[in-house]
């Protein structure tokens, strides 16, 4: 979307906005307080303007650069003599968590006529994407980047706080806003903490499959599909090391929690599908793009309904025991005020995992030793915000932590950023991963771990995903980040080409072994020699959804090149069917519950691809209706 600012309008929106700014780093999240300085430390726009017509700072003109946040952007820039006039946007960044700061910064940068204004936590490859297109535009018009970004926004420090009420949620992603909501309509009022500016967490960068069965519908049973095989297939696929109690809960409440979120005015797409490694067709998909619908959803509950307040831009530090009682939460504002938030139920937390904190993510796997690495070469598909906090504060008040070494990657992260933007895969059925070689090298119908333990045996760590144009990368149809083929294939994040051949010298891979491949493959598919028969990877999934996949053999021909990316994190503090939170002996702490990817034990050491966020929902849900219940 293209989006133009201005100079006066731009003064007018950052006049509101400018104090909306909170630190964080390229990787977890600066949670320290930022720097205050008074105005007349502060060198001002005004200076800068002055200073700028003196010296003719700028050769008049409209600039372009090409950035990526987490997804690709382009920054036009115009200049006069004096100043930046105009920043016009084109981009495509996640609703929820991107597209808000390209609705903002560019006015706030224009306000100060600097670029010392620090990336937006939540969203920090945006935020940095836009700030470095802005000084690439500067550069070209001659402008003084250096000077620039010494010129900050002033920082008034806010009062402390102290708030309560009913029950208090700690994160605003998708098992947070789903215990909110919950709560909500059991009648309490809620105060939802989240510490970056806008609600999402990772849920908003999900592809949005929601695994659910409705049990002895004409949908489940022409699939043969249930909800016990739903449990058999989370259990095994997790290696039985989650809590089989915990997983019946999972996939009994699952078709609940669809048509929950359906009673909330969220739409789906008609039918299921298998998303990867999800093992069978039973993801359902939002109509609208990634998590976006989940938040629109809850968003427009809370516009009709009173009763939860959003506290953004502040951040939780530890919680408030009283005679063994969680009660609230001690929090930093977003000036690095005092924050004290307290709960006359019970207080959830749904803060996420740890992702993004590569510290965690190298001891734990230094205990179970699953993957040869997880240092800060292996990007994330998490949001920087993701970095464990609320593991740490509820292990500092005695929580029990489960199965922490259970990291979950992906094959399919961007090569640039390690998102999952940028995927040209639409069903598992009707494609194929090539390594570097040309040549296949795994069950991509498989489980996610073995499909990414495969990827890293390979050359660079990089594979291909290899497709023809028999589903979406014809016409108009997008994948689950709202990305054309053909845009994706313009701007280099895909490729395209009439015959295998000429694909194979796009990829620089040998065509020999690339159109063998594609061959063998075809063999399996409707029609081939060896339908219905598994491969030599022990490959299953060959037809579609709709049945209309006959192999890899329609031109156009296409591929994306896909790295290993942290995807998801199993363990975390150890919970109930209540959702309450376990100490090391097996007791609950009194008035503390937890849901979504900070607790452990669900999935066990493979999660299922699409039951991410039926975790949310289910528990999320379940966290809310406990904690409002609870009394002291």
Not at 3 to 8: C, E, G, I, Q
Not at 342 to 350: C, D, Q, R, Y
Not at 575 to 596: F, Q, R, S
Not at 604 to 620: E, H, I, K, P, W
Request: hydrophobic share 35%; glycine share 12%.
């Amino acid at each position: 979307m293209k989006k133009s600012y201005k100079r006066l309008a731009a003064l007018m929106m950052a006049a509101a906005l400018a104090g909306s700014m909170t630190a964080c780093q390229s990787q977890p999240a600066d949670t320290s307080a930022p720097e205050t300085t008074t105005a007349a430390e502060t060198t001002t726009a005004a200076e800068t303007e002055t200073e700028a017509a003196e010296a003719g700072a700028y050769t008049p003109g409209t600039y372009s650069a090409t950035v990526t946040g987490m997804k690709e952007m382009t920054v036009n820039v115009t200049f006069d003599a004096n100043g930046i006039t105009a920043i016009e946007l084109d981009h495509e960044e996640t609703p929820g968590i991107g597209e808000p700061v390209c609705d903002s910064l560019p006015g706030q940068i224009i306000e100060l006529q600097g670029l010392g204004i620090d990336a937006v936590a939540g969203a920090t490859l945006t935020s940095t994407a836009i700030l470095e297109g802005v000084a690439n535009c500067v550069e070209q018009a001659g402008g003084d980047v250096a000077a620039l970004k010494e010129i900050k926004p002033e920082v008034v420090v806010a009062e402390d706080e102290e708030l309560t009420a009913d029950v208090v949620v700690i994160g605003a992603g998708g098992a947070g806003m789903a215990a909110a909501v919950t709560a909500s309509q059991e009648g309490k009022s809620v105060i939802v903490i989240e510490k970056t500016g806008n609600m999402g967490g990772n849920t908003a960068l999900a592809g949005g499959a929601l695994n659910a069965v409705d049990d002895g519908s004409e949908t489940a049973l022409a699939r043969n599909d249930s909800v016990d095989f739903h449990y058999e297939q989370t259990f095994n696929g997790g290696d039985k090391q989650g809590d089989p109690e915990l997983v019946r809960i999972l996939v009994e409440n699952a078709w609940d929690g669809v048509e929950w979120l359906k009673s909330l005015g969220m739409e789906f797409q008609p039918g299921v599908f298998t998303v990867t490694g999800g093992m069978y067709e039973r993801a359902h998909k939002p109509v609208e793009p990634e998590g976006s619908g989940f938040f629109k959803t809850y968003q427009a509950y809370m516009d009709s309904n009173d009763g939860i307040t959003m506290k953004y831009n502040t951040k939780a530090d530890s919680f408030i025991v009283e005679d063994g009682v969680v009660v609230g939460v001690a929090c930093t504002g977003e000036t690095g005020n005092k924050v004290t938030v307290k709960a006359n139920n019970g207080v959830v937390l749904a803060t996420g995992g740890f992702g993004q904190n590569v510290e965690m993510r190298e001891k734990y796997n230094a205990e179970t030793k699953l993957w040869p690495t997880l240092d800060d070469s292996i990007p994330s598909t998490n949001t920087p915000a993701i970095t464990g906090d609320g593991i740490l504060m509820a292990e500092a008040i005695g929580a029990d932590l489960v199965q922490m070494g259970n990291i979950q990657m992906l094959p399919l992260g961007d090569p640039k950023t390690g998102s999952l933007s940028g995927n040209i895969e639409h069903a598992v059925e009707s494609r194929i991963f090539v390594n570097k070689e040309g040549n296949r090298f795994v069950n991509e119908g498989g489980r996610r771990d073995e499909m990414t333990l495969g990827l890293f045996d390979q050359t660079d760590t990089t594979m291909y995903i290899v497709m023809d144009s028999d589903t979406y990368p014809t016409g108009d149809e997008v994948n689950n980040f709202n990305e054309k083929m053909s845009d994706l294939v313009a701007a280099g994040r895909a490729y395209k080409a009439d015959t295998l051949e000429e694909l194979a010298e796009q990829i620089n891979v040998p065509a020999e072994n690339l159109v063998k491949a594609v061959e063998e493959y075809n063999r399996h598919c409707l029609g081939g020699d060896l339908e219905g028969k598994e491969d030599e990877f022990g490959r299953v999934l060959f037809t579609d959804t709709d049945k209309v996949n006959n192999g890899i053999n329609n031109p156009p021909y296409y591929a994306g090149e896909r790295v290993p990316t942290v995807h998801h994190t199993m363990g975390g503090v150890k919970i109930n069917k209540n959702t309450e939170v376990l100490d090391k002996d097996g007791n609950a702490i009194p008035g503390l519950y937890a849901a979504g990817e900070v607790t452990g034990g669900i999935h066990g050491s493979n999660r299922l691809g699409g039951n991410a966020l039926t975790d949310t929902v289910v528990f999320g849900r379940i966290a809310g209706k406990s904690a409002s219940g609870y009394t002291r």
